[in-house]
């Protein structure tokens, strides 16, 4: 069973189409983040969320986290083909020492001209 | 370093053999974390260090596995007797203390093929 639930697991549209990508547990996070990993990288941290009902730009992409600190989004506006990557949610436990990050199973994003 | 380093990227190894993978991660960065990740998945944990102890090893798969951190910088994941089922990329992350909040960088990760 996995503790992050991630969907969809695979997403292919065309340039300009806005997505979003969810990410779902039973659980609560003291924080979640977001990770984009192109093929034979490590994950590229792309933004951390702590508070209940926080939401984070970054250019195009908007996260955000639940009220309850169980479930996180990540929205793309206009995606462009430099977007395509896999895209992976991960958070840490609360009441978890150290620091462990569970990671969802990913999204395989490919953003077609 | 400027960032995690592994090596090597890549090692095939025949079912059976000993190998040792190597993480060197960032300067200063007291946490070191060992993950695994199979083909179009996220990573799955394996083992936490903050310094030389490893804090946390419940992710270890079975006693085939081991890692060290003798002198609180560079890592070493052995696995032992190599079985197909172990092939994985297996990834390296640094933070500064092992909070979310200070950040973890990882490496690019070893992709290790037992034939």
């Known amino acids: 069973t996995q503790l992050l639930e991630q969907s969809p697991q695979f997403l292919s549209i065309q340039e300009g189409e806005n997505l979003t990508v969810y990410c779902n547990s039973s659980?609560?996070?003291?924080?979640l983040q977001w990770y984009r990993q192109e093929p034979g990288e490590g994950p590229v941290l792309l933004v951390t969320v702590v508070t209940g009902g926080e939401v984070k730009k970054l250019k195009r992409l908007t996260f955000q986290f639940g009220d309850a600190r169980k479930d996180s989004s990540l929205h793309i506006t206009a995606a462009q083909p430099g977007d395509t990557g896999l895209y992976l949610c991960a958070g840490v436990l609360l009441y978890n020492q150290g620091g462990k990050l569970i990671f969802g199973q990913g999204t395989e994003l490919s953003v077609k001209p | 370093g400027a960032g995690v380093s592994q090596t090597p990227s890549n090692k095939v190894t025949e079912k059976g053999k000993y190998v040792e993978l190597r993480c060197d991660p960032i300067?200063?960065?007291?946490?070191l974390y060992w993950y695994r990740q199979s083909l179009g998945q996220g990573p799955e944990f394996l083992i936490y260090?903050?310094?030389?102890?490893?804090?946390?090893d419940s992710g270890l798969p079975n006693d085939r596995f081991f890692a060290v951190r003798p002198e609180g910088s560079v890592s070493t994941l052995k696995i032992q007797r190599t079985e197909r089922g172990d092939s994985a990329v297996y990834l390296c992350?640094?933070?500064?203390?092992?909070?979310?909040?200070?950040?973890?960088?990882f490496g690019s990760g070893t992709r290790l093929t037992v034939v």
């Open positions: 260090f903050q310094g030389t102890g490893a804090a946390d």
């Open positions: 992350a640094s933070s500064r203390n092992g909070q979310s909040l200070s950040g973890y960088t």
């Open positions: 659980s609560v996070f003291s924080s």
């Open positions: 300067s200063g960065h007291t946490a």
